[in-house]
């Protein structure tokens, strides 16, 4: 059975990070929300009164009777199946532990625009969201950015993957950050490539792979958008 995933129709957000992954390994697998009555579907079982282990919030993965939620912990289930993780026990907890840093980052990228509160619109709170993007720019992206690329630089299999020897979920993941980053933040990320020439020469390798590169032409790939995690407002922009 192919597996099911559930996101929201119309964004990459968060569904991003496990899309990348079954398109890499050519899995079968179905984006349930962008299926007719999809979101229905989605909805009632988020809201099911009965349902066991029901998930917070998408994105969520059905494997059979299976359902796992949150994209490090969908991540480090499908990591094995999908040939997508280390080989070597021990390691999967690091690759883990690095998905988790992730995770924290892509939620201080989502606090930039939405700096006070998710029910809130953008433009409610935009003079704190340039605040809070100024800092994010100037503090957030090099702590983070320059911690993966010593994460590269120090891996002892050789800095072209973040764990191991081998490509896993979190080189993907990495892909799609930087990607995510360029799109939101042009003006800030134009040296990007000087900066963290580590980091830019995995996502380079990422994008030419022949499952990804497929996938990004495709009609599968959602373009970035202004409802998603990664969201360009010029006004929050800014040279670093």
Not at 15 to 42: C, I, K, N, P, W
Not at 77 to 99: C, H, M, S, T, V
Not at 177 to 182: R, T
Not at 198 to 214: F, G
């Amino acid at each position: 059975m192919p597996y099911e995933l559930y996101y929201w129709d119309g964004l990459q957000g968060r569904g991003e990070f496990v899309r990348l992954a079954l398109e890499e390994a050519g899995a079968e697998y179905m984006d349930v929300a962008r299926q007719s009555d999809g979101t229905a579907a989605m909805m009632k079982l988020l809201k099911s009164k009965s349902a066991p282990y029901i998930p917070f919030a998408p994105p969520f993965l059905k494997d059979g009777d299976l359902i796992v939620s949150h994209v490090a912990n969908i991540l480090f289930y499908l990591g094995p199946k999908l040939d997508l993780a280390p080989e070597d026990e021990p390691l999967r907890f690091i690759a883990n532990g690095l998905q988790l840093t992730i995770t924290d980052f892509v939620a201080e990228v989502h606090d930039t625009h939405h700096p006070l509160s998710t029910n809130l619109y953008f433009e409610d709170q935009k003079e704190a969201a340039k605040q809070r993007s100024a800092d994010f720019i100037e503090h957030r992206i090099p702590k983070f950015m320059g911690y993966f690329e010593r994460v590269l630089e120090q891996n002892p299999d050789g800095k072209k993957h973040a764990v191991g020897n081998r490509l896993s979920y979190v080189d993907l993941s990495l892909f799609q950050i930087i990607e995510g980053l360029h799109y939101a933040f042009p003006r800030a990320t134009k040296r990007f490539g000087e900066r963290y020439p580590a980091l830019t020469a995995l996502h380079d390798a990422v994008e030419n792979r022949a499952n990804i590169k497929k996938y990004l032409a495709s009609d599968r790939r959602l373009d970035f958008n202004e409802s998603g995690v990664f969201r360009h407002y010029p006004e929050l922009d800014q040279d670093a």
